[in-house]
């Protein structure tokens, strides 16, 4: 369908408008007013498309009369405008921004898009626009989107940091590793005991080549202690390396010793080369009664164990786990993910989406 010029330029000008308007708004709320306003010009296109057959060829006009006439304001390329209206599309409603937002598990069951809108409409709010394009470009699941949300609000994920736990598949991860949690640990502690540890863990930023000895991948753990600690997740609190313990006439060293701020627990980690074996859980086992004997205090919950293996053995480690009085966890770690190239070719960087989505 055709569009009349008068028509046109109607609409641009409620474009412009609406574009000023949201200029005005308070400074603490500049990016929920610019999220908002994205949605709000990709609806009123979609609107128009639906109600009066506008195609999108009034994407590129609508691209360059904004940047001509309105030449201080960026973020109107034809990349973003067509990402403004998929915005829309996944978000039908965002007009009750300012309800709170209820915490999300990882384990709740897959909801469709309308029961989770409110904790989608807070959180989409809070976070800045080239988060949202990659969200929406990358993650289709809305609980997995959300939980990616709330991550990122939390712990401060740039976009690259936001980009590396997706490509890692780290809400997919989160909850699978072998432990005895449910035997050992109030249900409470449990369920977010289990979802604090992943499996596997993904160390490519190690630059080990076999074979390799333990004490290699303990050292280049530490030596990255920054990206070890940002895969390790949320809370973990390195306390040592071949921390040592002094047990009668004998000296025991833990690989490497931690605390977790919101477990409220130490944790300890012993690493292992090759496949999981059952002797390993009666080592770590020890292990964790000495910490809770020797180090743990009285507001701290009972230390946690985790086994890293590069094959956990489910079974084996399943039997394993059984009997032990402490909480201990198998999971397995890998040095490399290598993505098949057909998907690695169509994720994405970080640069490519700023260059293609902003106009900078």
Request: net charge positive; glycine share 6%; hydrophobic share 40%.
């Amino acid at each position: 369908m055709k569009i009349s010029k008068k028509e046109y330029q109607s609409f641009l000008v409620q474009i412009k408008s609406r574009i000023q308007t949201a200029q005005t708004k308070a400074a603490l709320s500049v990016n929920a007013e610019l999220i908002y306003l994205y949605w709000d010009i990709g609806q009123m296109i979609e609107k128009r498309q639906k109600m009066e057959g506008w195609g999108t060829g009034i994407i590129p006009n609508l691209s360059k009369d904004l940047r001509n006439e309105l030449p201080e304001i960026k973020g109107f390329s034809e990349r973003n405008i067509g990402y403004m209206i998929r915005f829309a599309r996944e978000y039908p409603d965002l007009s009750i921004l300012q309800q709170p937002v209820a915490k999300i598990k990882k384990t709740q069951k897959i909801l469709d898009p309308s029961s989770i809108s409110a904790k989608v409409q807070q959180a989409v709010a809070k976070l800045p626009w080239g988060h949202n394009v990659l969200l929406i470009s990358k993650i289709k699941n809305f609980s997995a989107r959300l939980w990616y949300m709330n991550m990122t609000i939390k712990e401060g994920w740039s976009r690259n940091v936001l980009q590396l736990m997706i490509d890692n598949q780290t809400y997919e991860r989160g909850g699978q590793a072998i432990t005895n949690f449910e035997q050992r640990l109030p249900a409470f502690q449990s369920d977010l005991a289990k979802q604090t540890l992943k499996d596997p863990y993904i160390f490519d930023f190690l630059t080990l080549e076999e074979p390799f000895h333990e004490r290699e991948l303990e050292t280049g753990l530490v030596r990255h202690l920054e990206k070890f600690l940002l895969e390790l997740g949320q809370g973990f609190s390195f306390v040592g390396r071949q921390y040592h313990l002094d047990i009668g006439d004998s000296d025991f060293y833990i690989d490497l010793l931690f605390y977790h701020l919101t477990l409220r627990c130490f944790i300890v980690i012993d690493l292992k080369k090759g496949t999981f074996k059952p002797d390993y859980a009666g080592k770590m086992n020890f292990y964790c009664n000495v910490v809770d004997d020797k180090l743990k205090q009285k507001a701290d919950n009972q230390t946690i164990g985790l086994i890293l293996c590069q094959d956990k053995n489910k079974i084996v480690a399943e039997y394993s786990l059984r009997g032990f009085t402490k909480p201990i966890g198998v999971s397995e770690y890998e040095l490399t993910r290598a993505l098949p190239d057909n998907l690695k070719s169509s994720l994405p960087a970080v640069e490519e989406i700023e260059k293609e989505f902003l106009d900078k």
